[in-house]
T-cell receptor, first 111, second 115 residues
């Protein structure tokens, strides 16, 4: 039972345009969400998070939006840069001590 | 600051062999965890620890053992390797014992192949 879902395995975006990565979840008890970014042959690195008391959190070019009624969150990257090409995972803590990851979306930003 | 260090980076085993994947962190973090990453599956939690002497199971614990005798080290043991355990293994840590609620720092992974 996949509690955190990323239905788009890949996304290709032109440099300078907006990248939108989507994530859906099924457990209404989730109250905190994180995005991680992963380059090949490296471990994931934390990117941005959002608490369920907010519907938006922004950090530079990265903004995460949360729609609790739809159980949906999205990561916006504006403007997209070639260095953003990576795999992006959304994740949610289950009972505060277990992190549940989505399957990831591979973003490719081309010139 | 080394962060989270995993050794080895690569390993090939034969079915039935045992081995230990090492993980060490130098940030005095309470929470440590092990994940495996498989194609199309994302990262799945194997075992985790909220402090020295305390461990618990994650989503996919079968075939793996862990112990946490010190704050710094969290080794993962494969008792009898099986081809289904071929994967990339990541160790992670975070400062709070409520590790799921905090950003975790990951090592660079161990790529393990079981023949």
């Amino acid at each position: 039972d996949q509690q955190v879902k990323q239905n788009s395995p890949s996304l290709s975006v032109q440099e300078g345009r907006i990248s939108i990565l989507n994530c859906d979840y099924t457990n209404s008890m989730f109250d905190y969400f994180l995005w991680y970014k992963k380059y090949p042959a490296e471990g994931p690195t934390f990117l941005i998070s959002i608490s369920s008391i907010k519907d938006k959190n922004e950090d530079g070019r990265f903004t995460v939006f949360l729609n609790k009624s739809a159980k949906h969150l999205s990561l916006h990257i504006v403007p997209s840069q070639p260095g953003d090409s990576a795999v992006y995972f959304c994740a949610a803590p289950h009972n505060t001590d277990k992190l549940i990851f989505g399957t990831g979306t591979r973003l490719q930003v081309f010139p | 600051n080394a962060g989270v260090t995993q050794t080895p980076k690569f390993q090939v085993l034969k079915t039935g062999q045992s081995m230990t994947l090492q993980c060490a962190q130098d940030m005095n973090h309470e929470y440590m965890s092990w994940y495996r990453q498989d194609p199309g599956m994302g990262l799945r939690l194997i075992h985790y620890s909220v402090g020295a002497g305390i461990t618990d199971q994650g989503e996919v614990p079968n075939g793996y053992n862990v112990s946490r005798s010190t704050t710094e080290d969290f080794p993962l043991r494969l008792l009898s390797a099986a081809p289904s355990q071929t994967s990339v293994y990541f160790c992670a840590s975070s400062y709070s014992s409520r590790g799921g609620n905090q950003p975790q720092h990951f090592g660079d992974g161990t790529r393990l192949s079981i023949l």
